[in-house]
DNA sequence: TCCTTTATATATCATATGATATATATCATG
DNA sequence: CATGATATATATCATATGATATATAAAGGA
């Protein structure tokens, strides 16, 4: 039989990620991984055959981080939507290096990771609706242009582009939420 | 007396700004340039030392691009707010890999690139305010909080992580705006 | 025309990193 | 406890790239 194994993938995952998170995915390599664990690379590329392949668990375990953040959300029996904002930049601010993995890179692996807000979106469409007396259309495009606008905050934040307090946070996402609001609700009437 | 220069630095930052584009910033290396320019490397070394300080001017290079693009809000005589924000998203559809140099990078040379809109600031400040019957603190508000949505739409097309038409580019500025304008001009009433 | 200066080419070095080959040590089972 | 399987270490290769040293050739002035 052979020897057991001392190196998980999961280990190497997590060393990754810390290492993404101190100096993002472009620091990651086999080598430091070893420095960081206390063994070669070899481990690296006995458990995972590429660094392409351990990439790929690095961003799906970004997910996994990102996902809890968003699905904190669910808890929330009131004001959903106001939540997964919130949580979405607390996302950025907190793991600004995992952000800009998940949702500041190139395309391919972006639409997958909405299908959390997918998953709540229903919901928060109908308690839009229920709320603020909307039409669906109404607050299908409130729920989009609120976000449009989130992601401006969240990738202002984890770029150091900008600085908030929580307090300017809350305010902005109020702004946008309300300023939408009495926007699209204005025409009706 | 020595052979006059056949490969000059604008020729070297010329090509490099094609890397660029094509490929964002981390693609360029001296012998890549080398080859564009039909030369060896040494060129590159001879004109800038290292390649840092031809990254430097590569930024230098983008930052007028980018400047051009917003200069041109200066020949409009009204509205020029909305037109800076349509240049600004302008700029990230047609130069997505020189937005992302200048924005979606960490900050270090952020706030410099600002200097060209705040030389507008003031203009746009006392235009929204003539037009809209503003307070200053209720125009810089406005003024701010579009800009950060703004910023949203410009970086999800630099990733491509969402398309947009340029008749939904022109609805989501005109929402945010208006949105912002109803609901920061509603509790004096 | 020769000489000096210098722009460019060529060659080379140093380092980082993905990847593989080989050696070695470990472990359960017969 | 000997054996086969394999997890890890070590060594090595290949390539990319920043950088430098040396050679070469062009250009104009003496």
Chains 1, 2 share one sequence.
Not at 37 to 66: H, N
Not at 70 to 97: D, H, M, P, T
Not at 115 to 138: A, H, K, P, V
Request: glycine share 4%.
């Amino acid at each position: 039989m052979a020897p057991k194994t001392k190196i998980t993938k999961e280990m190497i995952v997590d060393s990754a990620i810390e290492i993404t998170r101190k100096e993002g995915i472009d620091a990651v390599n086999a080598r430091r991984i070893g420095a960081e664990l206390g063994c070669s690379l070899q481990p690296v590329y006995y458990q995972f055959g590429t660094m392409d392949a351990l990439r790929e668990a690095v961003i799906a375990r970004a997910k996994e981080i990102y996902n809890a953040y968003i699905n904190e959300s669910k808890k929330a029996e009131e004001k959903r939507f106001k939540v997964v904002g919130e949580q979405y930049v607390l996302f950025a601010i907190r793991e600004k290096q995992l952000f800009r993995l998940l949702f500041m890179r190139n395309a391919n692996h972006r639409l997958h990771e909405m299908e959390i807000i997918d998953e709540n979106t229903d919901y928060i469409l109908s308690e839009l609706q229920e709320r603020y007396s909307l039409t669906l259309d109404q607050a299908k495009k409130i729920h989009f242009e609120t976000w449009v606008a989130t992601h401006g905050i969240a990738s202002m934040i984890a770029t150091d582009y900008m600085t908030f307090t929580p307090d300017q946070i809350s305010e902005l996402l109020s702004d946008f939420f309300v300023g939408l609001l009495m926007k699209h609700t204005w025409e009706e009437k």
